[in-house]
């Protein structure tokens, strides 16, 4: 089976500006989770979503918003960026939602805001 | 709510020493454990899981965690480390109630030759 991936793996935008990433899970996975990741935060949990409906949110600002699709194909969406959203984005996915499944990550988009 | 400390940030250690990274929760009825593995410019990989049963879990490169409930701890050791275990490690707890996961912030073991 194919991997999870990410597009594109690297974005550079500036502040004020919107952007989209977008994650495909593994085949037949139908969570998805995004993630933040930057120095010394580690990961922070963002939103998970399955079967399209949103299950579970961090603690962001509503500038981040996702979706999923009905291929569980998911995107993520950061509007009016800001310089401290630099950050590796990982998206994750799993066979079903709760329980003890692994989580299988994409490489991330790394996005810089200047 | 669930959190996760990983209290090392970086751990410097030479070629065929052995290792522990400690890694610590909050305490909760029920949690499944992992450790994950981010070699540089990739994402995570699952090095290893508790779910139940028992309490010292084994990956095949060597890796070994241990569950200790009463210490609310889940520490991975590797007896002899190598070059290519260099890389960042990730503790996380998934939370059996909200199903969130939670991640430390990583402890980077750099292997010394």
């Known amino acids: 089976k194919a991997g999870v991936t990410q597009t594109p793996r690297y974005l550079i935008k500036t502040r004020g500006q919107q952007v989209t990433l977008s994650c495909s899970p593994i085949s037949g996975h139908r969570s998805v989770s995004w993630y933040q990741q930057t120095p010394g935060q580690g990961l922070q949990f963002l939103f998970e979503y399955f079967s399209e409906t949103q299950r579970n949110k961090g603690n962001f600002p509503g500038r981040f918003s996702g979706r999923q699709f009905s291929n569980s194909r998911s995107e993520m969406n950061v509007s009016t960026l800001e310089l401290g959203d630099s950050a590796l984005y990982l998206c994750?996915?799993?066979?079903?939602?709760?329980?003890?499944?692994?989580?299988?990550f994409g490489p991330g988009t790394r996005l810089t805001v200047t | 709510a669930q959190s996760v400390t990983q209290l090392d940030s970086q751990v410097p250690v030479f070629e065929e020493a052995p290792v522990e990274l400690r890694c610590n929760y909050s305490s909760s009825v029920s949690v499944y454990l992992f450790w994950y593995v981010q070699y540089p410019n990739q994402g995570l990989q699952l090095l290893l899981k508790?779910?139940?049963?028992?309490?010292l879990v084994e990956s095949i490169n060597g890796f070994e965690a241990e569950f200790n409930k009463s210490q609310t701890s889940f520490h991975l050791r590797k007896p002899s480390v190598h070059i290519s275990d260099t890389a960042e490690y990730f503790c996380?707890?998934?939370?059996?109630?909200?199903?969130?996961?939670?991640f430390g912030t990583g402890t980077r073991l750099k292997v010394l030759a």
């Open positions: 994750a996915s799993s066979d079903s939602l709760g329980g003890a499944d692994e989580q299988y």
């Open positions: 508790y779910l139940s049963g028992s309490t």
């Open positions: 996380a707890v998934r939370d059996s109630g909200t199903y969130k996961y939670i």
